[in-house]
C-alpha cells in the first residue's frame, strides 16, 4: 500500500480527529485518537484484498484500550443486510422470509446469493467498518529497535533474525513444506546468524569471536537466541556484562546488518522505530549511527521515526523533518517549525546560512538578530558584563543578518510559529530605504518595527554609543601610535561629523598604527574586551540588554 494525504475527500474525516473529555474544571484530556490516512493499491493488492483502488482506512485508540483498524466503504442503509454470512441456516431463511428474498430452493447455500444480491442492489452509505486480517496484514510492517538494558544487543539480534524467519517463512519454495519446514527453517537462520556474526567481528574491533545459535519453532517463530562473546584476548563476554557501549556497538553492527535485510529484493514498506538509538555511543559511533540511518531513508520502501535527545542527532537532519514533542501547560504538545514544502525548505537553509542549528530553533526563548559581525562577536561579552549571564544561559539566540533580506522572511516566519523575535541595529537602518530593516521594509514584512526592532547609536550606528574616552583608552592599549603620541579623545570627537563615524575611526587607527585593526569587527571585540564593569558598557546597550532578558523570560 502507498500512502496518500488525506486531501479533502469528502467520504473522509480530518486526518487527525481528537475527542475529548472535560475534566479538572474545563481542562480537556484527550480520550479517543483517530488518525486517517489515504492509500493507493496496486492492482495485485486490489485483486486479493477486493478492494478499490484507492481507500481511505484509520486507526483508532481510546486511553486504556486497544487500537481499532477501520476501513471507510459502503454499506448497505438497512443494516439485516450487514454480516448474515455467519448466520446458521435456520436464521438466513427466517432473514430472507423477512426480507421477502426469494430462490429457487429454501436452502442456506440457494439463499445467500439471493440476499448478497439484495444487498448490492438496495440503498447505500458510506461508514467505518472494521478492516478484514487481510487488509491489516498488508500494511506496512513496524520493526521497532529500542534500547532493552545492557542486553539491547542481545534484543536486536534477536529482531534481525525474527525479520529473517518471517520472510524465509513466506518464501513459496517452502509452503507446502509442513513436515521439514522446521528444518529448513533452521538452517536458513543458521546461515543469516552466521552472516550477522562475521558482520559484529568486522565491526567491533575489540570482540575476538560471537556465536549465535538460533532456535525455531514452528508454531511460535523464532523461540529463542543464544549468543555468546569471546574479546580479542581470549576470555568470554556476556554482553550484559560487557558495557553499555559495546554492547550498544554491537546492536549498531545488527542494526547495519537489517539494512540488507529490509532492503532485499521484494522487500514490502517497512516503517523504522528507533528508541534513543544514540544511547551510550560516542560522537565517532554517533556518525556512524547517523550514516546508517541515512542510508536506510534512501531505501524506497522505508520511512523511519527516531526518538531521541541527541542534539547531534537532532541537527545532523533538515528541520523540516523535526518533529518537537514537549510538556506544555502539564500537556503534551507537537511543535513542527518547518515543514517539507519548497517554501519550509528555503527557510530551513536560510536558517542555515544564518548559523542557526535545528536545536537552537527547537529550544531557545528568542531569536536576537543583529546587523552584522561587529555585534555579533561583540554583544555576547557586553552582554555577560551588563548582566552578569550569558545569552545562552538566559535562552537568547544572536543571529548576523548582514542585510539580508532573507533574514526578515525568516524573522516573520518565527513570529508565525509563535518565536520570540527582535533586532537590534543601528538607528541609521531606521530610516536607510535600500536597508532591509528600515521601517518600511519591515512593515512590508509583517513584522512591526516598534515591537520587534530595538535601535542603538547616537546619532546613527553601534559604535556611536562608546565615549571619545573609550575609543582613545582601547586604542592606547591595543592599536599605539606609530609615531609615540598617544590618542586623545578628542582625536575620536573630530572624526563623530564625518558621514560614517565606525568607517573614519577604522580608517584613522589602521592609518596611525602598525598594529592597526583591518576590520570592523576588531573595534568593537576589542571595545568590548576593553570595558571592567557593568557601568562601562552603554546605558542604550543596558537598557536593550534588559529588555531581552524580560522577553526571554
Same mark, same amino acid.
Given at each position: 500500500?502507498?500512502?496518500?494525504?488525506?486531501?479533502?475527500?469528502?467520504?473522509?474525516?480530518?486526518?487527525?480527529?481528537?475527542?475529548?473529555?472535560?475534566?479538572?474544571?474545563?481542562?480537556?484530556?484527550?480520550?479517543?485518537?483517530?488518525?486517517?490516512?489515504?492509500?493507493?493499491?496496486?492492482?495485485?493488492?486490489?485483486?486479493?484484498?477486493?478492494?478499490?483502488?484507492?481507500?481511505?482506512?484509520?486507526?483508532?485508540?481510546?486511553?486504556?484500550?486497544?487500537?481499532?483498524?477501520?476501513?471507510?466503504?459502503?454499506?448497505?442503509?438497512?443494516?439485516?443486510?450487514?454480516?448474515?454470512?455467519?448466520?446458521?441456516?435456520?436464521?438466513?431463511?427466517?432473514? &430472507?422470509?423477512?426480507? %421477502? !428474498? $426469494? +430462490?429457487?430452493?429454501?436452502?442456506?447455500?440457494? /439463499?445467500?446469493? @439471493?440476499?448478497?444480491?439484495? =444487498?448490492?442492489?438496495?440503498?447505500?452509505?458510506?461508514?467505518?467498518?472494521?478492516?478484514?486480517?487481510?487488509?491489516?496484514?498488508?500494511?506496512?510492517?513496524?520493526?521497532?529497535?529500542?534500547?532493552?538494558?545492557?542486553?539491547?544487543?542481545?534484543?536486536?539480534?534477536?529482531?534481525?533474525?525474527?525479520?529473517?524467519?518471517?520472510?524465509?517463512?513466506?518464501?513459496?519454495?517452502?509452503?507446502?513444506?509442513?513436515?521439514?519446514?522446521?528444518?529448513?527453517?533452521?538452517?536458513?537462520?543458521?546461515?543469516?546468524?552466521?552472516?550477522?556474526?562475521?558482520?559484529?567481528?568486522?565491526?567491533?574491533?575489540?570482540?575476538?569471536?560471537?556465536?549465535?545459535?538460533?532456535?525455531?519453532?514452528?508454531?511460535?517463530?523464532?523461540? &529463542?537466541?543464544?549468543? %555468546? !562473546? $569471546? +574479546?580479542?584476548?581470549?576470555?568470554?563476554?556476556? /554482553?550484559?556484562? @560487557?558495557?553499555?557501549?559495546? =554492547?550498544?556497538?554491537?546492536?549498531?553492527?545488527?542494526?547495519?546488518?537489517?539494512?540488507?535485510?529490509?532492503?532485499?529484493?521484494?522487500?514490502?514498506?517497512?516503517?523504522?522505530?528507533?528508541?534513543?538509538?544514540?544511547?551510550?555511543?560516542?560522537?565517532?559511533?554517533?556518525?556512524?549511527?547517523?550514516?546508517?540511518?541515512?542510508?536506510?531513508?534512501?531505501?524506497?520502501?522505508?520511512?523511519?521515526?527516531?526518538?531521541?535527545?541527541?542534539?547531534?542527532?537532532?541537527?545532523?537532519?533538515?528541520?523540516?523533518?523535526?518533529v518537537h514533542v514537549k510538556h506544555q501547560g502539564h500537556r503534551t504538545v507537537v511543535d513542527m517549525l518547518a515543514d517539507d514544502s519548497d517554501v519550509g525548505r528555503?527557510?530551513?537553509?536560510?536558517? &542555515?546560512?544564518?548559523?542557526?542549528?535545528?536545536?537552537?530553533?527547537?529550544?531557545?526563548?528568542?531569536?536576537?538578530?543583529?546587523?552584522?559581525?561587529?555585534?555579533?562577536?561583540?554583544?555576547?561579552?557586553?552582554?555577560?558584563?551588563?548582566?552578569?549571564?550569558?545569552?545562552?544561559?538566559?535562552?537568547?539566540?544572536?543571529?548576523?543578518?548582514?542585510?539580508?533580506?532573507?533574514?526578515?522572511?525568516?524573522?516573520?516566519?518565527?513570529?508565525?510559529?509563535?518565536?520570540?523575535?527582535?533586532?537590534?541595529?543601528?538607528?541609521?537602518?531606521?530610516?536607510?530605504?535600500?536597508?532591509?530593516?528600515?521601517?518600511?521594509?519591515?512593515?512590508?514584512?509583517?513584522?512591526?518595527?516598534?515591537?520587534?526592532?530595538?535601535?542603538?547609536?547616537?546619532?546613527?550606528?553601534?559604535?556611536?554609543?562608546?565615549?571619545?574616552?573609550?575609543?582613545?583608552?582601547?586604542?592606547?592599549?591595543?592599536?599605539?601610535?606609530?609615531?609615540?603620541?598617544?590618542?586623545?579623545?578628542?582625536?575620536?570627537?573630530?572624526?563623530?561629523?564625518?558621514?560614517?563615524?565606525?568607517?573614519?575611526?577604522?580608517?584613522?587607527?589602521?592609518?596611525?598604527?602598525?598594529?592597526?585593526?583591518?576590520?570592523?569587527?576588531?573595534?568593537?571585540?576589542?571595545?568590548?574586551?576593553?570595558?571592567?564593569?557593568?557601568?562601562?558598557?552603554?546605558?542604550?546597550?543596558?537598557?536593550?540588554?534588559?529588555?531581552?532578558?524580560?522577553?526571554?523570560?
Open positions: 500500500m502507498t500512502y496518500l494525504d488525506p486531501g479533502d475527500d469528502p467520504k473522509t474525516e480530518e486526518s487527525l480527529a481528537l475527542k475529548t473529555d472535560s475534566i479538572d474544571g474545563g481542562n480537556k484530556r484527550v480520550a479517543e485518537t483517530c488518525v486517517e490516512g489515504r492509500f493507493e493499491l496496486s492492482k495485485q493488492e486490489q485483486s486479493d484484498l477486493s478492494l478499490a483502488p484507492t481507500i481511505c482506512m484509520r486507526r483508532r485508540f481510546q486511553a486504556g484500550g486497544n487500537a481499532l483498524f477501520e476501513i471507510m466503504q459502503e454499506r448497505p442503509v438497512d443494516e439485516r443486510l450487514r454480516n448474515f454470512h455467519g448466520l446458521n441456516a435456520e436464521d438466513v431463511k427466517k432473514l &430472507a422470509a423477512e426480507l %421477502s !428474498v $426469494t +430462490a429457487d430452493k429454501q436452502t442456506r447455500t440457494a /439463499l445467500l446469493p @439471493a440476499l448478497e444480491r439484495a =444487498a448490492s442492489e438496495g440503498a447505500k452509505e458510506w461508514a467505518w467498518e472494521t478492516a478484514p486480517p487481510a487488509v491489516i496484514k498488508a500494511l506496512p510492517a513496524v520493526l521497532r529497535f529500542e534500547p532493552v538494558g545492557q542486553n539491547d544487543a542481545e534484543y536486536a539480534i534477536k529482531t534481525a533474525l525474527q525479520a529473517a524467519y518471517d520472510a524465509h517463512a513466506s518464501d513459496a519454495e517452502l509452503k507446502g513444506k509442513i513436515s521439514t519446514l522446521e528444518l529448513d527453517l533452521q538452517e536458513k537462520l543458521t546461515k543469516d546468524a552466521s552472516n550477522i556474526r562475521q558482520h559484529i567481528m568486522d565491526r567491533c574491533s575489540d570482540i575476538g569471536d560471537v556465536s549465535i545459535i538460533p532456535d525455531v519453532s514452528f508454531t511460535t517463530g523464532l523461540k &529463542a537466541t543464544q549468543v %555468546s !562473546v $569471546t +574479546a580479542r584476548a581470549g576470555e568470554g563476554i556476556g /554482553l550484559g556484562e @560487557a558495557g553499555a557501549g559495546r =554492547a550498544r556497538r554491537v546492536a549498531l553492527a545488527v542494526w547495519e546488518y537489517t539494512k540488507g535485510l529490509i532492503g532485499g529484493p521484494g522487500a514490502g514498506d517497512v516503517v523504522l522505530l528507533y528508541d534513543e538509538p544514540d544511547t551510550h555511543l560516542d560522537y565517532a559511533h554517533q556518525r556512524e549511527l547517523m550514516k546508517l540511518l541515512r542510508e536506510q531513508c534512501e531505501l524506497p520502501n522505508v520511512r523511519m521515526i527516531v526518538a531521541t535527545h541527541s542534539m547531534n542527532l537532532i541537527d545532523g537532519v533538515d528541520i523540516s523533518d523535526v528555503h527557510l530551513g537553509a536560510v536558517a &542555515a546560512s544564518l548559523g542557526l542549528r535545528n536545536t537552537v530553533l527547537l529550544h531557545e526563548r528568542i531569536f536576537v538578530g543583529v546587523e552584522g559581525v561587529s555585534e555579533l562577536s561583540a554583544f555576547p561579552v557586553l552582554f555577560k558584563l551588563a548582566t552578569g549571564s550569558h545569552l545562552e544561559s538566559c535562552g537568547i539566540a544572536l543571529w548576523a543578518c548582514r542585510n539580508n533580506e532573507g533574514a526578515t522572511d525568516f524573522a516573520k516566519f518565527l513570529v508565525e510559529h509563535a518565536r520570540q523575535v527582535a533586532f537590534i541595529i543601528d538607528s541609521d537602518s531606521k530610516t536607510a530605504n535600500r536597508n532591509v530593516f528600515s521601517d518600511k521594509k519591515l512593515m512590508e514584512k509583517g513584522l512591526d518595527p516598534n515591537k520587534h526592532a530595538y535601535y542603538i547609536g547616537n546619532p546613527a550606528e553601534f559604535e556611536d554609543t562608546f565615549t571619545d574616552e573609550q575609543w582613545a583608552e582601547v586604542a592606547n592599549a591595543k592599536w599605539p601610535h606609530k609615531d609615540g603620541v598617544p590618542w586623545e579623545p578628542i582625536n575620536v570627537q573630530e572624526l563623530r561629523s564625518s558621514k560614517k563615524f565606525s568607517d573614519a575611526l577604522l580608517l584613522m587607527f589602521k592609518e596611525g598604527s602598525l598594529q592597526g585593526p583591518t576590520r570592523k569587527q576588531q573595534l568593537t571585540t576589542e571595545m568590548a574586551l576593553s570595558l571592567s564593569s557593568a557601568s562601562d558598557v552603554p546605558r542604550e546597550l543596558r537598557d536593550h540588554f534588559q529588555a531581552l532578558l524580560e522577553l526571554a523570560n
